[in-house]
C-alpha cells in the first residue's frame, strides 16, 4: 500500500494564479482531509469529507474549494492564489469509526 | 470551541535525559486523544492514542502518554531520550464522534542535543 500520495511535492504560484492539489489513498478509508501547516500554528483544518459525496469547512476555508472526486481521492482548489497562501499542505485520511488520521507527505507551497 | 495547548514551544534536552511535554485540551465531554510526531522533513505520523480504558497508554519507540481527566491533560513522556527523537510533537483532541475532525496544537519542537 502506498498510503496517503500528494502531487505536486512543491510548486512556486504568482498571485492570481489558480492550481489544484491532488491527493489519494488507497487504504479504503471514509474519511479525508486537507490541513495547512504554518510555523507556530500547529495543522489547522482547511476542509474535511467526512464520507464519499460530502464536504464540509474546517477552521480556515476562505480561499480554497475542494473536490472528493471518488472514495479515494479529494483535491484542494486555490481559484486565485494569495501570499497568505503560502504553506505546507497536508491531506490525511481515516477509517469509519475510528479517529486517527494518516497523513500524505505533504505539498510545500510558495505563492509570490 | 475545542481547543488544544501545548504551552512549551521548544524543548532543548541532552540524550538521555527524561522528556515530558504538555498538552491541555478545553472540552467537558468523551474525547478521544493522540500525540503525533513529524520527524524533519517528513509527514505526521501517530505516536500513541487515546479512546478509553487504561489511561495511561503506551506508543512507538518507548513514548508514553497519560490522560488525566480532572487536569484535562494529556502529557507525553519518555525515560531516556535519543538523538533520534529530533522532531516536533503534536497533541490532537477529537470531541465529535459523529465526524473525525481533530484539533491540533500548536506543536513542541524537541532538540536533542547528543
Known amino acids: 500500500n502506498a498510503g496517503v500520495t500528494q502531487t505536486p511535492k512543491f510548486q512556486v504560484l504568482k498571485t492570481g494564479q489558480s492550481m489544484t492539489l491532488q491527493c489519494a489513498q488507497d487504504m479504503n478509508h471514509n474519511s479525508m482531509y486537507w490541513y495547512r501547516q504554518d510555523p507556530g500554528m500547529g495543522l489547522r483544518l482547511i476542509y474535511y469529507?467526512?464520507?464519499?459525496?460530502?464536504?464540509d469547512k474546517g477552521e480556515v476555508p476562505n480561499g480554497y474549494n475542494v473536490s472528493r472526486l471518488n472514495k479515494r481521492e479529494f483535491s484542494l482548489r486555490l481559484e486565485s492564489a494569495a501570499p497568505s497562501q503560502t504553506s505546507v499542505y497536508f491531506c490525511?485520511?481515516?477509517?469509519?469509526?475510528?479517529?486517527?488520521?494518516?497523513f500524505g507527505p505533504g505539498t510545500r507551497l510558495t505563492v509570490t | 470551541a475545542q481547543s488544544v495547548s501545548q504551552h512549551n514551544h521548544h524543548v532543548i534536552l541532552s540524550e538521555a535525559a527524561s522528556l515530558e511535554l504538555g498538552c491541555n485540551y478545553s472540552?467537558?465531554?468523551?474525547?478521544?486523544l493522540f500525540w503525533y510526531v513529524q520527524y524533519p522533513g517528513q509527514h505526521l505520523q501517530l505516536l500513541l492514542k487515546?479512546?478509553?480504558?487504561?489511561?495511561l497508554v503506551k506508543g512507538i519507540k518507548g513514548f508514553e502518554a497519560e490522560f488525566i481527566k480532572s487536569k484535562f491533560s494529556f502529557n507525553l513522556r519518555k525515560p531516556s531520550v535519543q538523538w533520534s527523537d529530533t522532531a516536533e510533537y503534536f497533541c490532537a483532541v477529537n470531541a465529535d464522534s459523529s465526524a473525525s475532525k481533530i484539533i491540533f496544537g500548536s506543536g513542541t519542537r524537541l532538540s536533542i542535543r547528543p
Open positions: 490525511a485520511s481515516s477509517p469509519q469509526g475510528r479517529h486517527e488520521q494518516y
Open positions: 469529507s467526512a464520507s464519499e459525496g460530502t464536504t
Open positions: 472540552y467537558g465531554g468523551t474525547v478521544n
Open positions: 487515546y479512546f478509553s480504558g487504561d489511561p
